[in-house]
């Protein structure tokens, strides 16, 4: 039987996302007859903890669904022995990048990579805390159900089942390694206030994101589109485009990737970052491999935590350093772009040892580059004013140590897939025991 992984990785109260996306395990479970993990990766405080571990155990028992809730204790046992089964030479270096101590949107989802093999499933399908489902015609729509209709599956053998369909002559065979659907609702990053503020302002830090040689007639739109989903399109039937999937039309809280795509390359394991775990959609969409996109969006939602003084902070800090990211995060993109077919094998596998290429000759950009990036951040962030100078002043506290610390992030990415293949096998061979 089909064995896939539904994840939700989360740091803060979502008692009521578990228990919708349970109800999505027991529908893909019911629906599609597979066997469903529903695996709950929790770094949540003590008393948050433990209320989702009441909200786990309330869950009604549903056929072909097996639930596994691991609080950090559990997941840092899990990687010892798996690390350690690997033969490994830095352990300790690994297991830091795996599970550190501070936020990382790439580390959690590796783990539930690392996971998802160790239960012997095929694919993994992510969730996030900060969102919740469409309803249409009285009834939740689940994006798992296009997920299981199309991935892994040949894309001559399913073009028959999609709205449209854009299959590149010779890449037929190449099974869909994508699934993925977009949101509605408040903005994936919380930036909407600067764009209030100061559109020029807003205009300036967004273009950031974007590579520098991208033509101006497009720099415009990107900006313009970036970070804001669906809008407000509600759902009203279904829609499907079969073709290498964009990762800007797609969310993190809404995708599926098949284990052909990850077992081979993990995403980057930077923290206090956003973003970074954009890594494998970019790199599937530059290899060719056939994904699907659709229009089973999800509602997204800022979390009341986002709006302390705290919280906030930490977000514009994050999304900061995930404009330091783009500058090597680009280069190596342009690498992937220009090499399209030659990222896979004879066997339509994605090649590991030429994406560790690319990522370790980002590494030799000049830090200057990084240096003045950082410098026109803090200026933008000090003319928005008000709290957004906590925000500048705290950059500047970090001008002498944050560049390097986000080039020493995509050396740790470099680090983690010379090792990424041998820990995916010894998943496998760790299993997983723990459920509830």
Known sequence: MRRVCLTLPTHRECAATIAA???????????????VHLLVLDSSPAPVLAAH??????????PGVTVHHLDEDGQRGFLREAIGRSAAADPDRLLELL???????????DRAFLIAQALGCTSVHRRDSDSRYQSFEGRPVFPLHQELTFLGRPADEVKGRATRHRVAPGTGDRPVAVVGGSFVGEMSVDIAEIH???????????????????????????????????????????????????????????????HEV??????????????????????????RLPGVQHNRHIVNFHTAER???????AYQLRFARFLLAKTYLNAVHARTTAAGDTLLDGENRLRPSAVAEF??????????????????????????????????????????????????????????????????????????SVTR
Not at 53 to 62: I, M, S
């Open 21 to 35: 996306v349970s109800e999505e395990a027991a529908y893909g479970a019911r629906e599609f007859g597979v066997e």
């Open 53 to 62: 571990r009441a909200a786990v155990a309330a869950l009604p028992p549903a």
């Open 99 to 109: 599970l550190p101590a501070r936020v990382s949107y790439g580390a959690c989802t």
């Open 196 to 258: 209030d503020r100061d559109p020029d302002v807003y205009r300036e830090l967004v273009g950031l994101s974007i590579p520098d040689d991208c033509p101006a007639i497009w720099r415009g739109h990107l900006v313009e589109e970036s970070f804001r989903g669906a809008g407000d399109t509600a759902f009203d039937g279904d829609r499907t485009t079969l073709a290498p999937v964009s990762p800007t039309r797609v969310d993190m809280c809404n995708v599926a990737l098949d």
């Open 262 to 287: 990850y077992s081979r390359v993990p995403l980057p394991p930077a923290t206090d970052t956003i973003g970074t775990d954009y890594f494998l959609l970019g790199l599937a969409h530059d290899a």
């Open 307 to 313: 709006r302390t003084d705290a919280g906030f902070l």
């Open 359 to 432: 990522v370790r000759e980002s590494l030799a950009r000049d830090p200057e580059e990084n240096a003045h990036r950082l410098g026109t951040i803090e200026r933008a962030y000090r003319r928005l004013g008000g709290r957004y100078a906590e925000v500048a002043d705290a950059l500047a506290a970090r001008r002498d140590t944050l560049p390097a610390e986000v080039r020493g992030g995509m050396a740790d990415f470099a680090f983690l897939l010379d090792h990424w293949q041998a820990l995916t096998r010894a998943c496998a061979d760790t299993g997983l």
